[in-house]
């Protein structure tokens, strides 16, 4: 066991501190969401052009963040997180602003790209708590970005109900999101690099262990895009429901994967990763084959509803298991979050092209195969359930567990 003692006062203070900055980065999505039909207008975009633009994001974090890991040993991860939260909340302003195609998909590239690096700076912290705690945090942390998302969302409702500017609405948001994120990353853990400790490659391949790990998540994401993109289409076209019962499918998805993370943590704990996520597996595969042999409606969004319960967590503890994978946590969340963003950004038009040449039930079916590998393959995340102290007094200190 190392030598390293820590105060469990400030570590549970930098874990509020990071799960108010996931709120806040889940935020700036939700605000930016709900008012993409506005932007398609302002830019004067057809629905082809606008589905090109929405590829950038992805583009844009895919190249950006591997650069996180380098940015955080240059000025330590405090102030890196800082800074790169402020950048993607300031960077929410950008898409409103754009005249036409190619500025959008620019300011897309930029949005992504900022998003990107905060992601694996505040996942790379996450894990470095849920390391001094001795406990999982990752799936709670995670919980807050989709309850974050959901709030943005919901003033991003009401600011379209209202018919306001998305410009004014995106810019009020921004330097609300700002202060906040930035507030809060007052009390997120200050790592620094030892002095003998080589910078990280700016860019380089992540490990293959990282590559094993992103496999499942990729399986989870794509799960996730198909039914956050497609529930609803579904519903209307194979089971001929009213467009208000679609949505509500779509709703009770997002939220049973919102619940299922805050509560995860204490799963994690009593099972360990590679048990949850094998019994997650289960669920998923479960109501994948509800959602493909079901000709009632309610059987359907039940089979939604256990495919929500079912991936909630794998992503956060493919996180966590990235992070204890290897000496640079930071190259391996980057790995894991270019896989996982590469997934979410490949499966609506995969499902889309399937249902286009066979049908939509054959393209949940490819789902139900994915789900299944999360039961295949969970053994991979056995990095994340190396053994942590645990510690009941709340004024003790917490051991090192790493060697």
Sequence with gaps: MGGMVYDLREVRRARYAVAAVFAVHGAVTGSFATRVPWIQDHAGVSAGQLGIALAFPALGASVAMPLAGSISHRFGARNALRGLIALWTLALILPSLAPNLLTLCLALFVYGATAGMADVAMNALGVEVETRLGRSIMSGLHGMWSAGALIGSAAGTLAAHLGSDARLHHALAAVTLTLLGVAACQWVLDLQPAEDEEPPPRFALPP????????????????????????????????????????????????????????????????????????????????????????????????????????????????????????????????????TYTSGLVAPSAIGGIAQATSLVVSFCLVTVLSFGLVVFARVLRAGDRERPKVSRPDAAVPDPRP
């Design 208 to 339: 293959k262990s990282a590559l094993l790990i992103g496999a499942v998540g990729f399986c989870a994401v794509f799960a996730e895009g198909a039914s956050l993109d497609w529930s609803a289409v579904y519903l209307r076209d194979q089971l001929d429901t009213s467009a208000g019962l679609a949505a509500a499918c779509t709703t009770g998805f997002t939220l049973t994967m919102a619940i299922a993370r805050l509560v995860g943590d204490k799963v994690v704990d009593r099972y360990g990763s590679v048990r949850t996520v094998r019994f997650s597996g289960v669920l998923a595969t479960l109501g994948g084959l509800l959602i493909i042999v079901s000709d009632q409606p309610v059987l359907a969004m039940a089979g939604f509803a256990l495919l929500g319960l079912g991936i909630a967590v794998v992503v956060p503890l493919c996180f966590a298991a990235a992070g204890r994978s290897g000496p640079n946590p930071s190259l391996a969340i980057a790995g894991v979050a270019t896989i």
